[in-house]
């Protein structure tokens, strides 16, 4: 009779637990993804490792999408969030600025994934993460598409990461062969900067 108690007992502290459980979203592209990379090397999983390091009960979905464009973020939003979302994390818009797209249409889609988030978790905390273009781009260009996340995060009043390659983009040693993507140790230091922001949102 004792071991039938204990065994409810236990499946009671576990479901507990189970409900306790606050999700981490990253929603990003080939960034959040690790291109190049095993899914356990990219920051995702690396945030996800500190959080279990530190027993804080936390579940970490690594949603990115190689190629992804913020119009296409926006049309798979949905599908992403079946389940409940407490920190959403936006990574998007750096592909859209590769290709030169409209700012204002990149904004728009970006906005519209972030109305979809908070419709869907009303006190979900957002994080906005900032991203730069080549200056090949052209500097009129690359100077507004920097302005995109910073507009975002105050109309939203999201958190910002300001770059979220800081000194990792353009750091040869820090990305793979391409220039763009980061490497191991140039995930390393995105979590890092990812960690510096998000822990006093936990």
């Known amino acids: 009779m004792f071991s039938k108690f204990l065994i409810i007992a236990l499946l009671i502290t576990i479901l507990q637990g189970a409900t306790n459980t606050k999700t981490i979203l990253f929603y990003g592209d080939s960034l959040t993804a690790g291109y190049g990379l095993s899914t356990d090397e990219a920051f995702p999983a690396l945030i996800d490792k500190r959080l279990k390091q530190q027993g804080k009960n936390w579940k970490v979905i690594n949603g990115g999408l190689s190629g992804e464009t913020s119009a296409g973020g926006l049309s798979r939003i949905d599908w992403m969030l079946r389940q409940p979302v407490d920190i959403f994390i936006l990574e998007l818009g750096g592909n859209d600025g590769l290709r030169g797209l409209p700012l204002e249409q990149t904004k728009s889609n970006l906005?519209?994934?972030?109305?979809?988030?908070?419709?869907?978790?009303?006190?979900?905390?957002?994080?906005?993460?900032?991203?730069?273009?080549?200056?090949?781009?052209?500097?009129?260009?690359?100077?507004?598409?920097?302005?995109?996340?910073?507009e975002l995060a105050r109309k939203n009043k999201a958190t910002l990461i300001p770059f979220l390659l800081d000194g990792v983009g353009g750091v040869e040693k820090l990305n793979l062969a391409d220039g763009i993507h980061p490497n191991v140790e140039g995930h390393k230091l995105v979590a890092e900067t990812i960690w510096k922001v998000i822990s006093p949102l936990l």
Request: avoid cysteine.
């Open 111 to 150: 906005q519209g994934i972030i109305d979809k988030v908070k419709a869907k978790n009303p006190n979900v905390k957002i994080v906005v993460a900032g991203m730069m273009v080549p200056p090949n781009m052209g500097p009129e260009y690359s100077e507004q598409f920097k302005t995109v996340y910073p």
